[in-house]
């Protein structure tokens, strides 16, 4: 078991941007699929964007054109860039392995979690 620490979340107005990157004390992160999920107050987890083992990145609907995501496996971390961001945006963000080679779109199949930073989108 290794862990997972997420950083860069904050408080940014409607249009704003923010960069949040996903770090891992692992040996080798390039063995894992890494996935970037969220959770608002009230609601359930969901899942916005994963990125294999070979870099190939998934998006959900609700984010897709607003967010890219991106590994450097020499730094052990994944970084989720949030652009044009909006209230329904706010939550908790959260990152998670696989040890797999493919992304997948449920939280179940994930088995490493870190323990998330908040996002703030407000006028």
């Known amino acids: 078991q290794f862990q997972l620490v997420e950083s860069g979340g904050g408080y940014v107005r409607p249009g704003g941007s923010l960069t949040l990157s996903c770090a891992g004390d692992?040996?080798?992160?390039?063995?894992?699929?890494i996935g970037w999920f969220r959770q608002a107050p009230g609601k359930e987890r969901e899942g916005i964007s994963c990125i294999s083992t070979s870099g190939g990145p998934v998006y959900a609907e609700s984010v897709k054109g607003r967010v890219t995501i991106s590994r450097d496996n020499a730094k052990k971390t994944v970084t989720l860039q949030l652009n044009r961001l909006k209230p329904e945006d706010t939550a908790v963000y959260y990152c998670?392995?696989?040890?797999?080679?493919?992304?997948?779109?449920?939280?179940?199949?994930?088995?490493?979690w870190g323990r998330g930073t908040q996002v703030t989108v407000s006028s």
């Open positions: 692992v040996i080798a992160l390039d063995a894992y699929a």
């Open positions: 998670a392995s696989r040890m797999n080679y493919y992304c997948a779109a449920f939280a179940d199949d994930f088995d490493t």
